[in-house]
């Protein structure tokens, strides 16, 4: 089953257009949602797959239901060997939400904020508890 990727340039964000493809009969979107990701970098040279990461992490976010408008995650050397991301993500309805937080490795720091914040998502909400155990 063959699916088309088509690169576009947006934002200064490398996104990427799923085509939707067919089975049986039902047409599935490949991607639900497309969010606005600004990544900056503070302190430290701007890096390409710190920035793929973070649009997949957004991505993984919205296929549990939780609809991201708008992502700004700010990246930023803390220490000789401390990198410290803050990420703010604005939801379709107007709800904020902030977390931040320090790590060695920077793709454990990206990880571990998008858990953060999943983390808080779910708390706020019951009824999106039963998602807690994806992802």
Not at 23 to 29: G, H, Q, Y
Not at 82 to 101: D, E, N, P, Q, Y
Not at 106 to 122: C, G, I, P, S, T
Request: hydrophobic share 45%; proline share 4%; net charge positive.
């Amino acid at each position: 089953m063959p699916m088309e990727l088509r690169g576009r340039k947006s934002f200064g964000v490398l996104t990427y257009d799923f085509a939707p493809h067919c089975w049986r009969d039902a047409c599935i979107s490949m991607h639900p949602m497309y969010s606005h990701v600004d990544v900056k970098f503070v302190r430290m040279p701007h890096d390409l797959s710190v920035e793929a990461a973070v649009q997949r992490w957004v991505d993984r976010i919205s296929w549990s239901n939780i609809q991201v408008e708008c992502a700004a995650v700010t990246i930023e050397r803390a220490g000789w060997r401390r990198t410290s991301v803050r990420l703010t993500l604005l939801f379709v309805g107007g709800k904020a939400l902030t977390a931040a937080l320090s790590r060695a490795d920077v793709y454990v720091a990206v990880a571990d904020v998008f858990r953060e914040a999943r983390k808080q998502v779910l708390a706020s909400d019951p009824a999106r508890r039963s998602l807690a155990s994806t992802g």
